[in-house]
């Protein structure tokens, strides 16, 4: 595999053609009967219609030597024939090849959500979710674009291309040498197009997925760059990137076009070629003048499949760079499993000499310890930039630290399953995405057997019950994208009440309240503190209300804990903390 860097960043990786190739044979290898029968049935109807030009030229050659009218009779009738048993044959053959195509697309694409669900979150960060959006949207589309109309028409295309020289081979084997005069000029277009059109398309998507990644920088963080007035420096980068991808394209368009006026040539030579050895051999008497009409018309009937490959080999190269996209990202390894995965003994969360960094050389964490109690609610406090977040995904699971361990229930986490890391400890961020669907389906994410008393309770529980039963449709309403439009607070309940549903033994909250509004802060903190209740929480305070009810309070600064006690305890201490709630005390009615 290659992993081509560009943009500044580390973009996930892309299969070798070699690789591609193999892993479509990995795929199709389960579905040989239905590759065969569809294969076998578009011979049958190639074969079926090619039966037409020299029906054409028996009509000729009846014409030529002034039979009756009433000659041409079962010509016709054979004719009507061809159609309708080409017609059928084709229609059953592609029909197999297109569920053919839809059934390894599927399983493609399956394959690719399961790696790019499991993909290390660095690595993803690492690569901007511009990258990882591309490849499931734009190279999903090309793929199923190829597999819908490409894969069976160029299928039909090729048999009839092979079958075709066959036939005029039949004819006469001097119309099967005339024909090939157009094969070199052909062949060795095809191979210099295809030289230059794998790397171009491979370069497109790479830069059509630095360009969307911009753009979701830039309209994600539109505040910001307006609040530090960058408007003209994104608007800039905006432009390199989409000048970047005009201009590969156009470089496609021009590969094209040279393309296209290669191949005219070979066209014009061939049909001239047969022209010329059909008026010879008639005039010797070597064939009648019907058979040279069928030569003449199977050379002529080459130009649509050939044409119709060559457009298709187009979209077959855009398809297959993005193939080799899906596949690198399919064949990522899943993060190693233990073989025998431990179980934690309790609720406890244990942080040994922590130390993690996103790059190497700029470390964000340093020799942090800390322990969280079986059933203790702890406060992570401190400035932006203090290292909050990332103590709080190592804890989760998220990421693994770089330096020092990370123990749940006095077991490593690398000793730990995915799944009983799942089972142990949850994450809820202010990032909460709405899933389109009924509310119920949403919240059974968490708990698929949940029965509507469970969804109730819980939604009681963090104080949401009243609004969802007074959705139009109560829990079967549609939220999400295209549905009931859920306000940030109502989301922020909605986690909070998976998380309920989920029960895990350990919660981690990340700022999960911070997008409620001052408006609706209280009502959120008292949901969040119902849904920890009795578990060991680890809580990243968006506001210091929340770490003053906390058990305990750690404040932590540039990476390291400073401090830590209960709210009182640090107050009385004079320290840091007492400096951060006297200045939001002093604009704020904590109501303690």
């Known amino acids: 595999m290659t992993g081509p860097a560009g943009a500044g960043r580390e973009l996930l990786p892309t299969a070798t053609p070699a690789r591609t190739r193999r ?12 590759a065969l029968g569809g294969f076998a049935l578009m011979v049958a109807a190639t074969t079926v219609g090619l039966l037409t030009q020299p029906l054409l030229g028996r009509i000729v050659d009846l014409a030529a030597a002034r039979r009756p009218a009433d000659a041409i009779t079962l010509p016709v009738v054979l004719l009507v024939a061809v159609a309708v048993v080409q017609g059928v044959t084709t229609g059953f053959g592609l029909s197999l090849i297109s569920r053919l195509g839809e059934t390894v697309l599927a399983q493609l694409r399956e394959r690719f959500v399961e790696r790019a669900l499991g993909l290390p979150l660095e690595q993803v960060e690492r690569a901007g979710s511009g990258d990882l959006t591309a490849r499931i949207t734009g190279d999903v589309s090309l793929i199923a674009g190829a597999v819908r109309n490409a894969l069976p028409e160029l299928a039909r295309s090729l048999l009839a291309i092979v079958l075709t020289l066959g036939a005029l081979a039949v004819l006469d084997w001097r119309f099967l040498l005339a024909a090939l005069i157009a094969a070199p000029v ?30 979701l920088d830039t309209i994600g963080g539109g505040s910001t760059v307006r609040a530090l007035r960058l408007e003209k420096e994104h608007t800039e980068q905006v432009t390199k990137r989409s000048w970047s991808a005009v201009e590969v394209t156009m470089r496609g368009v021009g590969l094209v076009l ?23 051999l008639v005039r010797a008497g070597a064939v009648s003048i019907g058979t040279a009409t069928a030569a003449a018309l199977y050379f002529h009937s080459l130009f649509t499949p050939v044409n119709a490959a060559l457009v298709l080999l187009d979209d077959a190269q855009s398809a297959t760079a993005g193939l080799a996209r899906l596949v690198g990202v399919a064949d990522l390894p899943l993060p190693g499993q233990p073989e025998r995965p431990a179980v934690p003994r309790d609720a406890s969360v244990t942080a040994t000499g922590v130390g993690h960094a996103y790059q190497a050389g700029h470390p964000v964490l340093h020799e942090v310890g800390l322990t969280l109690r079986p059933g203790e609610r702890v406060a992570l406090v401190g400035a932006s930039g203090a290292g909050k977040t ?39 961020t202010q990032e909460v995405h709405v899933f389109a669907g009924p509310l119920a389906d949403d919240l059974r994410l968490a708990r698929p057997e949940a029965t509507e008393n469970d969804l109730r309770d819980a939604l009681e529980k963090v104080d949401a019950l009243s609004w969802a039963e007074a959705l139009p449709d109560g829990l079967a309403t549609v939220v999400g994208d295209g549905g009931h439009r859920l306000s940030s607070a109502q989301t922020q309940q909605l986690a909070l009440a998976r998380l309920i549903l989920a029960d895990p033994p350990v919660a981690v909250l990340d700022e999960a309240t911070a997008e409620a509004g001052s408006s609706g802060a209280r009502v959120l903190e008292k949901a969040a503190a119902r849904a920890v209740d009795g578990r060991t929480a680890l809580i990243v305070a968006h506001r210091l209300t929340q770490a003053a009810s906390a058990d305990r309070i750690v404040v932590m600064a540039a990476g390291r804990i400073v401090e830590t006690g209960t709210h009182d305890e640090l107050r009385a201490a004079g320290g840091r903390y007492a400096s951060l709630w006297e200045a939001w005390s002093d604009t704020r009615d904590t109501g303690l």
């Open 23 to 34: 892993a479509v044979g990995e795929l199709l290898r389960p579905h040989r009967r239905l």
């Open 390 to 428: 990332t103590l709080a995904k190592l804890v989760a699971g998220i990421h693994r630290p770089t330096a020092g361990t990370v123990r749940l229930g006095e077991v490593d986490l690398d000793d730990l399953g995915r799944a009983e890391v799942r089972r142990t400890v949850a994450l809820i």
């Open 186 to 215: 052909q062949i060795h277009t095809a191979r210099w197009y295809i030289r230059r059109a794998v790397p171009l398309y491979a370069e497109q998507r790479v830069a059509v997925g630095a360009q969307q990644q911009q753009l």
């Open 258 to 280: 040279r393309f296209y006026s290669r191949l005219h040539i070979a066209e014009f030579a061939g049909l001239t070629a047969v022209l010329v050895t059909g008026f010879l």
